[in-house]
């Protein structure tokens, strides 16, 4: 299977009372974890920091990272095709979005989604690195959790979002995992560029773990 993919993306959603729709484009690399895109919205309510938006619209696809030691990204588990839901909550912030990912090609995936809620968030500078965990289900279903820390007007911010993933599955997800992740934001008017690395290793300890 390839490790490289393009991905297109189109999301829609009311957030903070204003329907918007958002659309962009990318490229994936599963052996290197590194992921970047464009996103540009078309209509923000006033206030609102176009990052903010696609955090919780698009949900930052950092689940195709690199894969050591066994662990296993979405793309090995699913093929590139799967179903998701997120809520995500901080100061200011309550939203849920659902969409999908599904193969439309030899290397290409297409991302798709909703969401509605409320971001209130503006002058974010910056994402600092973070780590997110994966929890096995049952086979064809995993849930990740996640703390984000934004910095906003210089103060540091956490998000916090839990993310039910369910697909066909290809395998199954054998452990827990720890997710590693840096993202880095450009943020120019109604658009965002994001550069993502994304780093998956088996979570020291799990297999003690009772199931």
Request: charge should be positive.
């Amino acid at each position: 299977m390839s490790t490289r993919f393009d991905i297109k993306i189109a999301g829609t959603g009311t957030v903070n009372a204003v329907d918007f729709s958002a659309t962009g484009g990318g490229r994936c690399d599963t052996s290197t974890g590194r992921i970047a895109f464009d996103v540009e919205f078309s209509r923000l309510a006033g206030g609102s920091h176009p990052l903010a938006n696609l955090l919780g619209v698009l949900i930052i696809p950092t689940v195709f990272g690199r894969q050591h030691d066994g662990a296993q990204n979405l793309m090995s588990l699913t093929g590139g095709n799967f179903q998701f839901t997120q809520v995500m909550t901080a100061k200011g912030i309550a939203v849920t979005s659902t969409g999908s990912m599904s193969r439309t090609g030899e290397s290409e995936v297409t991302w798709r989604s909703s969401a509605d809620g409320t971001v209130r968030l503006a002058d974010v500078s910056a994402i600092e690195p973070f780590s997110a965990v994966m929890l096995p289900r049952k086979a064809g279903h995993v849930v990740d959790v996640l703390s984000i820390p934004l910095v906003q007007r210089g103060r540091r911010l956490i998000v916090h979002a839990i993310r039910d993933f369910k697909f066909t599955p290809r395998a199954k997800l054998a452990q827990h995992q720890i997710r590693h992740i840096t993202v880095k934001p450009k943020v120019d008017r109604l658009s965002v560029g994001v550069a993502i690395t994304s780093d998956i290793f088996p979570f020291p300890g799990a297999a003690r773990l009772v199931r």
